[in-house]
């Protein structure tokens, strides 16, 4: 079953701009992460937030997190065009042995020159 | 710098083929996992293992089966190839538990066509 859920599922915008998405999740969660994926390649892992945390930074990255609204925002400031990526939101759900990751479909950034 | 690293970047096979995606990781995790790529259904986990010689199915695994004989090494073997198994899939290894600021590490991705 899908966890994450993120909002828009595409955004443009112009370089130098404030890019915003969102992400809401349906059960309770230990973490929340953020990834990055190129077109065609690997995802990368940008960030991860805990439950009990509310914000935080990395760089030009800030992450909230809502767990009484069970939603989470990735901004990504002064966006450059190597910004433009998918981004998806992730979800931990335990499981025998591994934490397993619940991923979302993404948001298709494009930042525009 | 840490790797996850899958043999190919692009396959294609025919239907009916037996097919390994090998996956290697040289971290030391313990955790490893296979996803297929499709678009509109996301990242959907096919298996994943946990420990040499331990294995878990996840939420597709049907057509697959994974081998984990290594701590390394992570291979997703589709038995007999079908056309509805042409996806990207990825590879992807992480700690027992995240530390405080990392996730899953994941593979470039294999583009496999079944034709």
């Known amino acids: 079953s899908q966890q994450g859920e993120e909002d828009p599922q595409a955004l443009s915008i112009q370089e130098g701009e404030n890019a915003t998405m969102n992400c809401s999740y349906k059960t309770s969660i230990n973490n929340l992460q953020w990834y990055r994926q190129n077109s065609g390649r690997g995802l990368v892992h940008l960030i991860l937030?805990?439950?009990?945390?509310r914000e935080k930074h990395s760089g030009r990255l800030r992450v909230t997190l809502d767990t009484s609204k069970k939603s989470s925002s990735l901004l990504i400031t002064a966006s450059r065009a190597a910004d433009t990526a998918s981004y998806f939101c992730a979800t931990d759900r335990p499981l025998q042995g591994a934490q397993k990751l619940v991923f979302g479909q993404g948001t298709r950034l494009t930042i525009n020159p | 710098d840490v790797k996850v690293t899958q043999s190919s970047r692009y396959l294609v096979k025919r239907t009916g083929e037996k097919v390994f995606l090998e996956c290697v990781q040289d971290m030391d995790h313990e955790n490893m996992f296979w996803y297929r790529q499709d678009p509109g259904l996301g990242l959907r986990l096919i298996y994943f293992?946990?420990?040499?010689?331990?294995?878990e199915k996840g939420d597709i695994p049907e057509g697959y089966s994974v081998s984990r004989e290594k701590k390394e090494r992570f291979s997703l073997i589709l038995e007999s190839a079908s056309t509805n198994q042409t996806s990207m899939y990825l590879c992807?290894?992480?700690?027992?538990?995240?530390?405080?600021?990392?996730?899953?590490?994941f593979g470039s991705g294999t583009r496999l066509t079944v034709v």
């Open positions: 293992s946990y420990d040499v010689k331990m294995k």
């Open positions: 992807a290894s992480s700690l027992i538990q995240p530390l405080y600021n990392y996730g899953y590490t």
């Open positions: 937030i805990r439950s009990n945390e």
